[in-house]
T-cell receptor
């Protein structure tokens, strides 16, 4: 079946460090790929998405590129802030408006 | 902005009780979803609905049912709550492929 595997956490970084969270997927078709972020005590928010190969999604300094050849959608940010501390989820969807398959989530803590 | 609201942030129930979790969205979205979130397991889909009175089972529907009588409201029902249903429950609605989530209900079943 369709699934997403993302790197296990927790990840602890210092402010201004470079962040990478790996995400790979298995899908029978051509999925859309998403990164969601969950700040403490809140629901999930869409961070960025890409709908076809080689698309780059970006938002709030985060970027991820849809790599069909490696079935990956790694999340990166060049200089993290304390406010980026959250849980990050990679997800895929095969059909617009239908279900998302989520990875297990990666907890990121940024220290001042 | 899309707003998805859930009836309670925290809920404590006893084993065997019938539990209703309510979700309302204000953006006229056709699709709505219920997930549960558990540490190390990410989000797992319980049920979803693509239209009023329509529903489909997700990955873990056992022990749950849903109701969608109006487009904006999607209810999750635990017919007889059990301790293994202690979890965070998240509701979402969607349009054009992106899902929008409510703040979640943390349910504890004693």
């Amino acid at each position: 079946g369709d699934s997403v595997t993302q790197m296990e956490g927790p990840v602890t970084l210092s402010e201004e460090a470079f962040l990478t969270i790996n995400c790979t997927y298995t899908a029978t078709g051509y999925p859309s790929l998403f990164w969601y972020v969950q700040y403490p005590g809140e629901g999930l928010q869409l961070l960025l998405k890409a709908t076809k190969a080689d698309d780059k999604g970006s938002n709030k300094g985060f970027e991820a590129t849809y790599r069909k050849e490696t079935t990956s959608f790694h999340l990166e940010k060049g200089s993290v802030q304390v406010s980026d501390s959250a849980v990050y989820f990679c997800a895929l969807s095969l059909l617009n408006d239908y279900k998302l398959s989520f990875g297990a989530g990666t907890t990121v803590t940024v220290r001042a | 902005d899309v707003k998805v609201t859930q009836s309670s942030r925290y809920l404590v129930k006893r084993t065997g009780e019938k539990v209703f979790l309510e979700c309302v969205q204000d953006m006229d979205h056709e699709n709505m979803f219920w997930y549960r979130q558990d540490p190390g397991l990410g989000l797992r889909l319980i049920y979803f609905s693509y239209d009023v009175k329509m529903k489909e089972k997700g990955d873990i529907p056992e022990g749950y049912s849903v109701s969608r009588e109006k487009k904006e409201r999607f209810s999750l029902i635990l017919e007889s709550a059990s301790t293994n249903q202690t979890s965070m429950y998240l509701c979402a609605s969607s349009s054009r492929g992106s899902q929008f989530f409510g703040p979640g209900t943390r349910l504890t079943v004693l």
